[in-house]
């Protein structure tokens, strides 16, 4: 079955410390997203990329970094600058159209918690 | 730019009740409209999905349509059930753009 996935469902890290969030697609999508979710709000986009190897800042970018060095994959590292990184991590990929993108998939979700 | 505003939350009903969660939209040019669902602990599965004026997308009892004169693209379904208990995301791709902008998310539920 093709899909998006995402571990661990369940991340627990000390302050301080850097952690990587995976996402992997084998829906052969060109684009790939990862959106942050704080409980009772919508989603913030924080990466996108279109392309391997080329990825653009979204609208929370500050204390995080991202890789596209797969077509499949596109990891999510949250830095120990990142000053509030508690939070539910969704990742989304979508095809590209001729002029544009079609309706974004999403992965299960990771939940971080900052103990 | 382009922006999504959905009505707020929460909203509970109660089984077979007539559900109405508006979505109106700012775009510029031709978007494509979506409505995503997303139940506790889980990602987001798009529900339907509209991309021209006047289209009616529909999916498990739920419908929508794009409605350019007004900028709208209210969800509705005649009978809710307990399942639909979820969080509702309305979401716009402009026709040029690879950005999806999101709703705020109404949530819904829906008690026997």
């Known amino acids: 079955d093709g899909g998006i996935t995402q571990s661990p469902k369940y991340l627990f890290r000390k302050e301080g410390q850097n952690v990587t969030l995976s996402c992997e697609q084998n829906l052969n999508h060109d684009a790939m997203y990862w959106y942050r979710q704080d409980p009772g709000q919508g989603l913030r986009l924080i990466y996108y990329s279109q392309i391997v190897n080329d990825f653009q800042k979204g609208d929370i970018a500050e204390g995080y970094s991202v890789s596209r060095e797969k077509k499949e994959s596109f990891p999510l590292t949250v830095t120990s600058a990142q000053k509030n990184p508690t939070a539910f991590y969704l990742c989304?990929?979508?095809?590209?159209?001729?002029?544009?993108?079609?309706?974004?998939?999403f992965g299960p979700g990771t939940r971080l918690t900052v103990l | 730019g382009n922006s999504v505003t959905q009505m707020e939350g929460p909203v509970t009903l109660s089984e077979e009740a007539f559900l109405t969660i508006n979505c109106t939209y700012t775009?510029?040019?031709?978007?494509?409209l979506f409505w995503y669902v997303q139940y506790p602990g889980e990602g987001l599965q798009l529900l339907l999905k509209?991309?021209?004026?006047?289209d009616k997308g529909s999916n498990k009892g739920f419908e929508a349509t794009y409605r350019k004169e007004t900028t709208s693209f209210h969800l509705e379904k005649g009978s809710v059930q307990v399942s639909d208990s979820a969080v509702y995301f309305c979401a716009l791709l402009p026709n040029t753009g690879n950005q999806f902008y999101f709703g705020t998310g109404t949530s819904l539920t829906v008690i026997p």
């Open positions: 989304a990929s979508s095809r590209r159209t001729a002029s544009s993108y079609n309706e974004q998939f």
């Open positions: 509209a991309t021209k004026a006047d």
């Open positions: 775009a510029t040019g031709y978007p494509s």
